[in-house]
């Protein structure tokens, strides 16, 4: 039994933790002046948000746009400095690592781009732009050009394709040559944000069936980011629910899409069609009024009370908690109630 098959049969409430997040902050900040600039304001991208990852799983982070999904996704990978919080890989802290230690970090966390024509350099041939991890590191002496030969049949592709422009490639076959890419180091954890959104129906099935044969012959992590809950549903052991800068409900993906607790969770999940027409048409709709507030100005109190059908005085004075309410697992409402929705 190979190292990733034995790993694949451990249960995932077993698995160690790979990625701790704990209070984690990012504010932008807003300045004014041309001679003599003065911070004026920020923008609250991300508000001590708190979360792990156990190793072989995959946890979906969701939300709308403006919520933080992509910001916690670089803020995870050091491609931005948190403004407070940590995070840790393995135990290790890295969220003050720096030079060779932050370089020796990132071969454990790759990423998984959205736009698969603008996230690979068309003056590159394939091979390179698989083959730029390893001659980074200075793997590409140890049989560099087999490694990408077998890491691009590995994601369907063809290996005597090698010598071609991403140009020549259709988007799910440039989707395919990002995700052979994020694999030659063979990284502990992905980052997939928002991998299949610019993609056909059809195409979209096919790479997420690739993503889950991936991660179950090399024992990969995800973090996958999307907006679509349908196709978090088909990926994800767990889901994180994101709301300007906050994850107000947390937990397994079976049981928050059966009965999700916090209002803005049930929207969402509401939202999600259902292809049994008969159940669709007697299933309960939650339509949000107005749009997600500024993250430069949030509200006070719960910041979803805005657009909530629930909140009352107490949800403009405190601010909920993260923590389980009797439901199973952790949500921020102080109204938090469960309600079917999806049979």
């Given at each position: 039994?190979?190292?990733?098959?034995?790993?694949?049969?451990?249960?995932?409430?077993?698995?160690?933790?790979?990625?701790?997040?704990?209070?984690?902050?990012?504010?932008?900040?807003?300045?004014?002046?041309?001679?003599?600039?003065?911070?004026?304001?920020?923008?609250?991208?991300?508000?001590?948000?708190?979360?792990?990852?156990?190793?072989?799983?995959?946890?979906?982070?969701?939300?709308?746009?403006?919520?933080?999904?992509?910001?916690?996704?670089?803020?995870?990978?050091?491609?931005?400095?948190?403004?407070?919080?940590?995070?840790?890989?393995?135990?290790?802290?890295?969220?003050?690592?720096?030079?060779?230690?932050?370089?020796?970090?990132?071969?454990?966390?790759?990423?998984?781009?959205?736009?698969?024509?603008?996230?690979?350099?068309?003056?590159?041939?394939?091979?390179?732009?698989?083959?730029?991890?390893?001659?980074?590191?200075?793997?590409?002496?140890?049989?560099?050009?087999?490694?990408?030969?077998e890491l691009l049949e590995r994601?369907?592709?063809?290996?005597?394709?090698?010598?071609?422009?991403?140009?020549?490639?259709?988007?799910?076959?440039?989707?395919?040559?990002?995700?052979?890419?994020?694999?030659?180091?063979?990284?502990?954890?992905?980052?997939?944000?928002?991998?299949?959104?610019?993609?056909?129906?059809?195409?979209?099935?096919?790479?997420?069936?690739l993503l889950a044969n991936l991660?179950?012959?090399?024992?990969?992590?995800?973090?996958?980011?999307?907006?679509?809950?349908?196709?978090?549903?088909?990926?994800?052991?767990?889901?994180?629910?994101?709301?300007?800068?906050?994850?107000?409900?947390?937990?397994?993906?079976?049981?928050l899409y059966r009965r999700p607790?916090?209002?803005?969770?049930?929207?969402?999940?509401?939202?999600?069609?259902?292809?049994?027409?008969?159940?669709?048409?007697?299933?309960?709709?939650?339509?949000?009024?107005?749009?997600?507030?500024?993250?430069?100005?949030?509200?006070?109190?719960?910041?979803?009370?805005?657009?909530?059908?629930?909140?009352?005085?107490?949800?403009?004075?405190?601010?909920?908690?993260?923590?389980?309410?009797?439901?199973?697992?952790?949500?921020?409402?102080?109204?938090?109630?469960?309600?079917?929705?999806?049979?």
């Open positions: 039994m190979s190292v990733a098959t034995e790993a694949a049969a451990v249960p995932q409430r077993s698995r160690q933790e790979l990625v701790r997040v704990t209070d984690l902050v990012k504010h932008f900040p807003i300045t004014r002046g041309v001679i003599i600039r003065q911070q004026v304001g920020a923008v609250h991208a991300v508000d001590g948000i708190s979360f792990t990852i156990r190793k072989g799983e995959t946890l979906g982070l969701v939300g709308e746009s403006g919520s933080g999904k992509s910001t916690t996704a670089r803020l995870l990978l050091r491609l931005l400095d948190p403004t407070s919080g940590q995070v840790e890989l393995e135990g290790q802290d890295i969220t003050t690592a720096a030079g060779s230690q932050l370089r020796e970090v990132r071969q454990e966390m790759q990423m998984i781009f959205q736009d698969p024509y603008a996230s690979l350099d068309p003056r590159m041939t394939v091979r390179d732009i698989v083959g730029e991890p390893l001659m980074v590191w200075n793997r590409w002496r140890n049989g560099g050009a087999m490694q990408v030969a994601v369907g592709l063809n290996p005597d394709h090698a010598s071609r422009f991403p140009h020549e490639f259709s988007g799910g076959q440039r989707q395919r040559i990002g995700i052979a890419r994020a694999l030659a180091l063979r990284p502990k954890l992905i980052v997939c944000d928002e991998p299949v959104s610019a993609l056909d129906v059809s195409v979209r099935a096919q790479i997420l069936n991660q179950r012959d090399f024992d990969l992590t995800y973090l996958f980011i999307s907006h679509d809950l349908s196709v978090v549903r088909q990926v994800a052991d767990r889901v994180a629910v994101m709301y300007l800068g906050k994850v107000v409900e947390i937990g397994d993906r079976d049981e607790v916090h209002p803005y969770t049930q929207a969402l999940v509401s939202a999600v069609p259902i292809p049994d027409p008969t159940k669709e048409r007697k299933r309960e709709h939650i339509v949000l009024g107005g749009d997600i507030p500024s993250p430069v100005n949030p509200p006070s109190g719960c910041r979803f009370r805005t657009r909530c059908f629930k909140a009352q005085d107490v949800c403009a004075e405190q601010e909920p908690e993260l923590v389980d309410r009797g439901h199973g697992h952790p949500s921020a409402c102080h109204f938090a109630e469960p309600m079917e929705l999806i049979p």
